[in-house]
């Protein structure tokens, strides 16, 4: 009975620690800082509907007056393109549901780049700093699942620019990821453990890149 009881304890207790590692892990990739002012707000690509609405939300409450938008790849636009066949780009996308949702569009930024990667959007966001010296806070806004990564990339490539920045992330409200629990769904146990082999190959190999 004893032996029992306590093979039932030590496995209550593996289950707890289970479950809380599971949860921080979650909780710690959806970094947000709750920002409350900043000059400008950053649009990352990728998802587009849930970066829109979270974006469209603060700055109706009026966290900042600008978005910024670095232009997405456009190379099998181009391919199709060339086939006589034009669709309107993700970033196109992106600025018409915002102006739709409430933000004018003398409000946002478009940034050359054809991005690849969310470290090239943070390279073509430095180049823009540097032309414009009077943002020194921004807010970072992007998928739940994707914001730890993208705050480190971003870190990483401002330091290395010598400008002071303040960085807040704000991860969308509206991603369908469940930071506590995620490890009960198949496509958030995808993405988290997509997102943690991204972020140590981040810290490994691409950070020196920046």
Known sequence: MK??????????????????ACNRAGVWL???????????????????????LQVADLYSEGVAPRVIIVT???????????????????????????????????????????????????????????SDMRIDTLVLVSSAYHMRRAGMIFNAALRRSGYEVTLFCSPSDYTNFRARGWWKHKEEIQAVISEYIKIGSFLFIERGRL
């Open 72 to 130: 997405e790849s456009r190379g099998a636009y181009r391919a199709l393109e060339e086939r006589g066949i034009t669709l309107i780009s993700s970033t196109i996308q992106v600025r018409d549901a915002l102006m739709r949702l409430g933000v004018p569009a003398d409000s946002i930024v478009i940034l050359p780049g054809d991005a690849r990667s969310t470290m090239e959007e943070a390279e073509a966001i430095r180049e823009y700093l540097e």
């Open 30 to 52: 959806a970094r947000d800082d709750r920002p409350g002012h900043a000059d400008a707000l950053v649009l990352l690509m990728g998802g587009i509907a849930d970066r829109v």
């Open 3 to 20: 032996s029992r009881l306590l093979f039932f304890s030590v496995l209550a207790v593996l289950v707890f620690v289970y479950i809380s």
